[in-house]
């Protein structure tokens, strides 16, 4: 009798390890949102029914053959979610694992990350392994995390918080971004990729270099101690201290923010932010704020704009750079002249 019962235990175990994980489709298919929520309650139920048995003294034989130790499968889709909302979509070549460990290992996994029912972010890795008890996941070998609106990320490894929602790699990553009218994306360089599903954005944390080409075949050269991408839009932030090359230009803020004209899609406006110096090879600028208008080829100075060029300051509410900073145009203007004639 003892043994038809384990028998039975061991067919409950088997017939929960099917529903969790499922044979990957040749093609993938999303589940609508009935499906998904339905099999997930299936799943918690019948998790609690085997809880009972095992408080019920239903021991299983961890070296029966069919029981959920040392478990390997081929093919593998697992969906978790969270307050009836879909969390993660995992897809594996295949799983191995056991029931006392608490955790699957996978080969060639691909996760998929929802934020409202949307997928948000896609990470494809060689090799995977799942906490059963915390729902938390590790990616490793040639990791590729993208965000639907096009930016790559490049890393080592992932690991996934379900509790905080949070993608994080502590080594290097390589970033490219969407591409636009004047060719390839923006390329970074950097340390500590922190991804917040919920929010929809994506941070580079330390040691940040760029490069960026500009519509008129110019190039911008970027360093910063932190930079800040958005999913939803092309929008790029640059944080801590911003230094940047352009045209000839030397340019450096606490804040450097990207804009992209969205009807175009061409990278349009770079404002810098929070107190700023620009220097080239005849002149020096200081400002609060300093607007560089790429379609207009002209550069707004706002906020105590001052510049001095052979010794000579200007300075006013407002000062325009036009043609690339070959004209000048100063609103209310303030001149200091060095009057050398009179010395």
Same mark, same amino acid.
């Given at each position: 009798? !003892?043994?038809?019962?384990?028998?039975?235990?061991?067919?409950?175990?088997?017939?929960? @390890?099917?529903?969790?994980?499922?044979?990957?489709?040749?093609?993938? &298919?999303?589940?609508?949102?009935?499906?998904?929520?339905?099999?997930?309650?299936? =799943? &918690?139920?019948?998790?609690?029914?085997?809880?009972?048995?095992?408080?019920?003294?239903?021991?299983?034989?961890? *070296?029966?053959?069919?029981?959920?130790?040392?478990?390997?499968?081929?093919?593998?889709?697992?969906?978790?979610?969270?307050?009836? %909302?879909?969390?993660? &979509?995992?897809?594996?070549?295949?799983?191995?694992?056991? %029931?006392?460990?608490?955790?699957? /290992?996978?080969? =060639?996994?691909?996760?998929? @990350?929802?934020?409202?029912?949307?997928?948000?972010?896609?990470?494809?890795?060689?090799?995977?392994?799942?906490?059963?008890?915390?729902?938390?996941?590790?990616?490793?070998?040639?990791?590729?995390?993208?965000?639907?609106?096009?930016?790559?990320?490049?890393?080592?490894?992932?690991?996934?918080?379900?509790?905080?929602?949070?993608?994080?790699?502590?080594?290097?990553?390589? #970033?490219?971004?969407?591409?636009?009218?004047?060719?390839?994306? $923006?390329?970074?360089?950097?340390?500590? $990729?922190?991804?917040?599903?919920?929010?929809?954005?994506?941070?580079?944390?330390? *040691?940040?270099?760029?490069?960026?080409?500009?519509?008129?075949?110019?190039? @911008?050269?970027?360093?910063?101690?932190?930079?800040?991408?958005?999913?939803?839009?092309?929008? !790029?932030?640059?944080?801590?201290?911003?230094?940047?090359?352009?045209?000839?230009?030397?340019?450096?803020?606490?804040?450097?923010?990207?804009?992209?004209?969205?009807? !175009?899609?061409?990278?349009?406006?770079?404002?810098?932010?929070?107190?700023?110096?620009?220097?080239?090879?005849?002149?020096?600028?200081?400002?609060? #704020?300093?607007?560089?208008?790429?379609?207009?080829?002209?550069?707004?100075?706002?906020? *105590?704009? /001052?510049?001095? %060029?052979?010794?000579?300051?200007?300075?006013?509410?407002?000062?325009? @750079?036009?043609?690339?900073?070959?004209?000048?145009?100063?609103?209310?203007?303030?001149?200091? #002249?060095?009057?050398?004639?009179? =010395?």
């Amino acid at each position: 009798m !003892a043994k038809f019962k384990n028998l039975i235990f061991v067919a409950l175990l088997i017939l929960l @390890f099917v529903e969790v994980l499922i044979v990957f489709p040749k093609k993938l &298919e999303h589940e609508d949102d009935a499906a998904v929520q339905a099999r997930v309650e299936l =799943q &918690e139920s019948k998790r609690k029914e085997l809880e009972e048995l095992k408080k019920a003294g239903k021991a299983v034989d961890e *070296k029966q053959p069919g029981s959920m130790a040392d478990q390997k499968m081929g093919g593998v889709h697992l969906v978790e979610s969270q307050k009836g %909302q879909r969390d993660w &979509e995992l897809f594996s070549e295949s799983a191995e694992g056991s %029931q006392g460990s608490g955790n699957w /290992k996978l080969k =060639q996994v691909r996760v998929l @990350f929802y934020n409202k029912e949307k997928i948000e972010f896609t990470v494809n890795g060689d090799e995977g392994t799942i906490d059963a008890n915390s729902r938390d996941l590790r990616i490793t070998g040639n990791v590729v995390t993208r965000s639907e609106n096009g930016y790559l990320f490049k890393t080592p490894g992932i690991h996934y918080s379900a509790v905080k929602r949070e993608i994080e790699s502590p080594e290097d990553v390589y #970033m490219e971004g969407p591409r636009d009218k004047s060719g390839s994306g $923006m390329v970074v360089k950097g340390r500590r $990729m922190q991804v917040l599903v919920d929010q929809s954005k994506m941070l580079i944390r330390e *040691k940040v270099t760029a490069t960026k080409a500009a519509n008129d075949g110019k190039r @911008f050269e970027i360093a910063a101690d932190g930079a800040e991408f958005s999913g939803k839009n092309n929008v !790029a932030r640059f944080l801590g201290t911003v230094r940047m090359n352009y045209d000839g230009m030397r340019l450096e803020g606490p804040e450097a923010n990207f804009l992209y004209d969205r009807g !175009a899609n061409i990278l349009s406006n770079i404002n810098i932010l929070g107190g700023v110096k620009v220097s080239d090879a005849d002149k020096f600028a200081t400002s609060d #704020m300093v607007n560089l208008d790429l379609l207009a080829n002209k550069y707004v100075f706002k906020g *105590k704009p /001052k510049v001095i %060029q052979n010794n000579d300051e200007l300075s006013g509410e407002e000062i325009i @750079f036009l043609d690339g900073g070959k004209k000048v145009k100063v609103e209310r203007v303030r001149a200091k #002249m060095d009057n050398k004639e009179n =010395q």
